[in-house]
């Protein structure tokens, strides 16, 4: 496996520590600067755990929104969805959920990614008999349409027979890179990454197990943002790139001209815009740098009140027009700090 990644990342290297260079700078940034209020980083970590789950059951073909996933997570009910759209989205914000509160106790493994399928599965009924098992029949990656159906085919992968020995081999040699500490972290993961969905280890579940595998693997390393910002929010902003850049690389595979880089530079900028926009976030550590003076404004009425307040009242008390008002109260809702009770004209807001 050593002597396949060392050959995969041979061309264009300069440009790929570049951007190395500056996903670490990025990310000590975070680590000196990130002094936000517990209250705040609580709100975006929430934030993200609905953002993340719409947008990685979404890549595979789920139907449901970021409203709809919130909803759903707050025990509302939402018949018109389907129950494996809604049971996909639940596995998939439980495991996000455990490994952003405890990515520092869980042990990169075998054992533990079958555990992860099982538990990203758990509630899918259609899916009992292979949770947490490697696939018995051979299958393959397909780009999905927004109704779930694949549009086109885009490679093999590895034969079931073989799955159980190359898995071994991949986690192994990714648990060796990490302890021997001669190749950067962020190239040891994006390989795992790209040989884990080259492999497809599982019948189903393998492209949102990846993700959130990534998750886990980019925080164990000390990229201690990730929970603040969604990197699943930016593939699927980018699904057919993320589509065309592992085929490109995976394509080479098992040739004499194996190629990582196509992978490596949509994995790598994707990893760079999420490191951006959480930089964002402490550019100061104000809550202003967060808001505009009309929305701190409205977020300071409603932090005064015991009770639940509208929008027309806010409008009025604050001398704030009403469209300002709704999207500043939208923003907050994002932010997690206030929460919608009811709906249409009886809707209204409280500080969470």
Partial sequence: MNHKFNKRIQLNISDIFEKIDIMDELKNHWTSGAKLDHQILSGLKKSVLITSTGASTRIEGSSLSDDDVERLMRGLSMQKFTNRDKNEVRGYFELLTNVFETYNTIPFSESTIKFFHKELLKYVEKDKEHRG?????????????????????????????????EMTELVEWTQNAF????????????NFVVEFLQIHPFTDGNGRLSRVLTNLLLLQHGYSYVPYISHEKIIENNKIGYYL????????????????????????????EQADKALELISDTEVSKLLSPQQQKIWEYISSKDNEVTPIEISRQTKIPR??????????????????IGLGRGTRYRRR
Avoid: C
């Fill in 133 to 165: 098992k490697y696939k018995s029949t051979d299958n393959k990656v397909a780009m999905v349409s927004a109704t779930g159906e694949p549009e086109q085919i885009l490679f093999d992968t590895t034969g079931a027979w073989l799955t159980p020995k």
């Fill in 323 to 340: 469209p300002t008002v709704s999207q500043a109260l939208d923003k907050l809702l994002r932010l997690k700090w206030v929460e919608r």
């Fill in 179 to 190: 302890l021997e500490k001669e190749i950067h972290p962020l190239l040891i993961i994006a």
């Fill in 245 to 272: 850049a592992l085929r490109n690389s995976q394509k080479t595979f098992g040739t004499e001209n194996e190629n990582l880089t196509p992978w490596l530079n949509f994995f790598f900028g994707v990893l760079i």
